[in-house]
Structures are given as C-alpha cells and as structure tokens.
C-alpha cells in the first residue's frame, strides 16, 4: 500500500504506458463483470481466470493485530522510496510485464500471531543485477482471481477496499479465498490525486 508525494514517485511504482491493470485480453481470459453494494459502500470487481506469477520481491514481516499493518505497510513502500529499492525495482521489470511494483501479502499467514508476510515485488526477471539486496522468490498459481477496483488517494483508498472486502464482499459474494498470495497492482499517476486507480487481486472460489 503506497504512500507517495507526487506523480514522478508514482511512476516508479508502474511499468510505465503498458500498464493495463493486468488484464489479459478477451481471448486468453475469462472474464465476468460485475458490481456488488456493500452496506457502507460499493465496489466494482470482477472475476479472471489468470496464469501463475513467478514474483520477486522485498519482504517484511507485518502483523495484523491492532491494525498495525495499515501503519507498518505504507511505511515499507516510504522506505522502500527513499533508499532507492522502488527505483532499483522499477529497472529490473522484465520486458513485457503489464504489472509494474506491486504488493504481495499474505504469504506465510501465521494464524496464531496474525503476522504475515508482505513483498514490494515484480515479476521476477531473468536479469537479476540491479535488484536490490534481500529480495526473495515466490509465485501464485493458476486460478481464478476476484479484482477489486480501488479510486483515490493513497493509503487511504486501498485500505478501505481491503476493509470492504474482507467485512463485505466475501460475506455476501459466494466466493471463498483460495490458497495464495494476495496482489495490489499500482497504475501510474499521482497517488495523491482522487482518482487515482489501483486494484486488489485476491485467489478465490466459488
């Protein structure tokens, strides 16, 4: 979940004009719209069937208790800026990738200490030189995916669609979380802005 000052921060989050929020095209993915009310507010999501993702990445661990994730999160990405990982990242996107720097949460969930851990990530490249030191692997699988659509300003937006999700969409929708990562996928722009798009990707079935 980043937190960032300004449209130039932001274009190191994204692949630059590729970027099409990851969708695949009407021949390679299987794809139903919908909207769903929730009681406080609405969501636009929609169902893919997406190919496993080979990711690389920084990781933090992070605990959920007391909502320190909202807190420890968008500090991650703050450090992560500043010190120069976000831009080392950002250079070792492979050619090709329409997903940029994104999230990855929710690997290795420890139910006991509500801790997991999350990854500023990539897909992972072939060329490995400019990534920067501690990055780890790991991967989703195949399967299907519910996308959720997240508007404004940064951490604020997406963290109220990780709310509504959790407390609305998946109490109401048929759909269970599947085994497997979590993704948030970051468009270029300027996280500060209202309209500011990213979306939320999460495993699930029906």
């Not at 300004?6 to 190191?12: L, Q, T, Y």
């Not at 496993?52 to 959920?64: C, E």
Request: aromatic fraction near 8%; charge should be negative; hydrophobic fraction near 35%.
């Amino acid at each position: 979940m980043a937190s960032t000052s300004s449209a130039v921060e932001a274009d190191c989050l994204c692949a630059g004009e590729s970027w099409s929020g990851g969708r695949k095209s009407s021949a390679e993915t299987a794809i139903i719209e919908g909207v769903l009310k929730g009681r406080t507010l609405g969501m636009n999501f929609r169902i893919e069937i997406q190919p496993a993702i080979k990711i690389t990445g920084l990781p933090i661990r992070v605990s959920m208790n007391s909502g320190r994730d909202f807190e420890d999160i968008p500090a991650v990405w703050n450090r992560a800026m500043n010190d120069g990982s976000i831009k080392k990242l950002q250079e070792s996107v492979p050619e090709g990738s329409k997903l940029g720097v994104i999230g990855v949460s929710t690997i290795d969930y420890d139910e006991k200490t509500r801790e997991f851990t999350y990854l500023i990530g990539i897909e992972s490249p072939l060329n490995r030189s400019r990534l920067p030191d501690g990055c780890v692997d790991t991967a989703t699988e195949a399967g299907t995916w519910a996308v959720f659509e997240s508007r404004g300003s940064l951490p604020d937006a997406i963290q109220k669609t990780w709310k509504w999700i959790i407390s609305e969409w998946f109490a109401t929708s048929g759909y269970h979380r599947r085994d497997g990562a979590d993704l948030e996928i970051y468009g270029p722009g300027d996280t500060n802005s209202p309209d500011y798009y990213c979306e939320v990707w999460i495993p699930v079935v029906n």
